[in-house]
């Protein structure tokens, strides 16, 4: 797998006016990094109509944070995939550990929703992680097993090379996360892609793993060397250009 996939979840954190002031202030890098480097943002919903104006015909992938799986109804509050489709939205953000924390988010769910976004030729972009607690138990692949068969359950072979894994250990991401070690990723990322390979035998291989958690300048190229690694998910330390352009040199380097 030669394309690296390197993208920033903004969480709530940025105005309608910053995320296009950010998004502007990107596309001039877009276009000057090698074409295997596979570059996405994902806004809040609000600013999602502005900044796809901007991206449009650039080579950053836009994505949304969260959507329900019926395409309308009475959800008051949700944003359905026909709405995101007509947006142009490329990557729907599934199963984030802070939606499965504080709205009670499930693998069932986030399945329905997988299932809504291939429906509708968005490439869903699904979070698994383990906790702190789970990890200290020795239950970390169990508990990953679980939320990638129940999240993958009844997805076509054929639609497979449309999804996009981010293995974020809850312990590692935050405010109070610290990174991975390198060699627990490469054992978890060897342990998923087997997985995939199971599940997909004609396509496994070619989903793309990305690792997040406490990504920053000085971690990153350690974790791209990771074999089963195939890019990665940054938080706060892209969530300035200036921070996150010069992560995505560095990776250019390497390429």
């Known amino acids: 797998m030669n394309d690296v996939w390197i993208g920033t979840n903004w969480k709530m954190t940025k105005t309608i006016k910053e995320g296009i002031a950010y998004t502007k202030e990107l596309t001039k890098m877009a276009n000057i990094i090698k074409p295997e480097i596979k570059l996405f943002i994902i806004p809040s919903h609000t600013a999602l109509v502005s900044i796809k104006e901007i991206v ?4 950053i992938a836009l994505g949304a944070q969260n959507m329900h ?3 309308m109804g009475a959800y008051t509050g949700e944003i359905s995939p026909s709405m995101l489709e007509e947006i142009g939205i490329d990557i729907i953000e599934l199963g984030h550990s802070e939606r499965r924390k ?3 988010e499930t693998d069932e769910s ?3 929703k997988v299932l809504a976004a291939l429906r509708f030729g968005i490439k869903p972009l699904i979070c698994i992680g383990e906790n702190l607690e789970q990890k200290s138990s020795g239950i970390s692949k169990e508990i ?3 939320q990638l068969k129940v999240c993958l359950r009844g997805v076509p072979k054929e ?6 894994i981010a293995y974020e250990p809850v312990w590692a991401i935050g405010e109070e996360g610290s990174p991975a070690h390198p060699g627990y990723v490469a054992e978890i990322h060897t342990f998923l892609r087997n997985l ?3 599940f997909f035998e004609e396509n496994g291989a070619s ?3 990305l690792y997040g958690g406490s990504v920053n300048k000085e971690n990153c190229l350690e974790y791209l060397a990771i074999d089963d690694v195939n890019g990665l998910f940054i938080g706060r330390s892209a969530w300035e250009t200036s921070s996150f352009e010069e992560i995505l040199l560095m990776v250019q380097e390497v390429l």
Request: proline residues 4%; negative net charge; hydrophobic residues 45%.
């Open 56 to 59: 449009t015909d650039t080579r």
């Open 69 to 71: 799986w019926e395409e």
């Open 110 to 112: 986030i399945n329905k």
């Open 207 to 209: 989903i793309p793993l």
């Open 196 to 198: 995939l390979e199971d």
């Open 102 to 104: 504080y709205f009670n």
């Open 144 to 146: 990953l097993a679980m």
């Open 159 to 164: 639609h497979a090379i449309d999804i996009i």
